[in-house]
């Protein structure tokens, strides 16, 4: 299994249309083979923050979903970003 997470960075007055824009993604992402949970979401301290959830049965999955990663005019939005993946050994109940 793999998580992807972190956050991207877009102009605050800009935050809320990229995100309300991200759900076409969201949508066909979590609809896609192998993903178990997908989510664009506004932060609720920073206005131009966006944080990103991600969790994945694979890395072929991931890959076959991600393709090449954002159109250039989705990329020229996003002003930074700090997003890892993470690859999880166990899953257990909390």
Known sequence: ?????????????????????GTTVVSMARAA????DFCLT???V??????VFERW???EALLAF???GPDS????RIVGADVRRYGVASVGEP
């Open 57 to 59: 049965e694979s890395e």
């Open 1 to 21: 299994m793999l998580i992807i997470a972190g956050h991207l960075l877009t102009d605050p007055r800009d935050r809320d249309a990229f995100v309300a824009e």
């Open 42 to 44: 506004a932060d609720t």
């Open 73 to 76: 005019g989705t990329a020229a």
């Open 46 to 51: 920073d206005p131009g923050r966006v944080n």
């Open 66 to 68: 991600r393709g090449s």
């Open 33 to 36: 083979p192998g993903c178990l």
